[in-house]
């Protein structure tokens, strides 16, 4: 099975600030990379699809980069609607693993 | 609209069973890639199970496979998880989700989970 890890597990940040979260496969998936926003109690939220494909609605202060095993998701300017935990997805062969997500909070 | 309304969890005895369902409007389950994904009390997201559109390709994660079985009845436009032989550690939200697929200029499939459903509350307890 494929491990996906992120980093960090969770970070402070203010309203305005550049955040970047990174992503990291055991092997190498190509650009089979997905990443979901959660915010507490309600369902995953797609954002970037194919490592770097905005999903259709989505903000785009949000971008997705990266190939082979190292990913990352980059929030340009953190607005107030953007503390949540971020998961990235690989979805190169099954399982399709989850990362273990990281946290966004209010600095 | 598309929608994905997940019912038929609650507290189960271990050892017993439960069938979670996940009733599709706005799209045509047969038409997609289905997903259960599941998230334990304060923990992250785990892929359960995926049945393809053509219904032939169920794939289960391990820790499920043999004790859950995904289906889908295309007449009621609905995803099903039959899950017997429950554990104390199955206890979690389970979401259903629609799959997509993008194609790439090579004709490359990617996969992803573009709508999900509120997801459904399964506790495992004695």
């Known amino acids: 099975d494929i491990q996906m890890t992120q980093s960090p597990s969770s970070l402070s940040a203010s309203v305005g600030d550049r955040v970047i979260i990174t992503c990291r496969a055991s092997q190498s998936i190509s650009t089979y990379l997905n990443w979901y926003q959660q915010k507490p109690g309600k369902a995953p939220k797609l954002l970037i699809y194919?490592?770097?494909s905005l999903q259709s609605g989505v903000p785009s202060r949000f971008g997705g980069s990266g190939s082979g095993t190292d990913f990352t998701l980059t929030i340009s300017s953190l607005q107030p609607e953007d503390f949540a935990t971020y998961y990235c997805q690989q979805s190169h062969s099954a399982p399709f693993t989850f990362g273990p997500g990281t946290k966004v909070d209010i600095k | 609209e598309v929608q994905l309304v997940e019912s038929g969890g609650g507290l189960v005895q271990p050892g017993g069973s439960l069938r979670l369902s996940c009733a599709a409007s706005?799209?045509?389950?047969?038409?997609?890639?289905m997903h259960w994904v599941r998230q334990a009390p304060g923990m992250g997201l785990v892929w359960v199970s995926h049945?393809?559109?053509?219904?032939?390709?169920?794939l289960y994660a391990d820790s499920v496979q043999g004790r859950f079985t995904i289906s889908r009845d295309n007449a009621k436009n609905t995803l099903y998880l039959q899950m017997n032989s429950l554990r104390a550690e199955d206890t979690a939200v389970y979401y259903c989700?629609?799959?997509?697929?993008?194609?790439?200029?090579?004709?490359?499939?990617?996969?992803?989970?573009?709508?999900w459903g509120k997801g459904t509350t399964v506790t495992v307890s004695s």
């Open positions: 989700a629609r799959g997509n697929t993008y194609y790439d200029f090579w004709s490359r499939e990617y996969y992803y989970m573009d709508v």
């Open positions: 706005g799209f045509t389950v047969s038409s997609h890639w």
């Open positions: 049945i393809d559109s053509n219904g032939f390709n169920r």
């Open positions: 194919v490592a770097s």
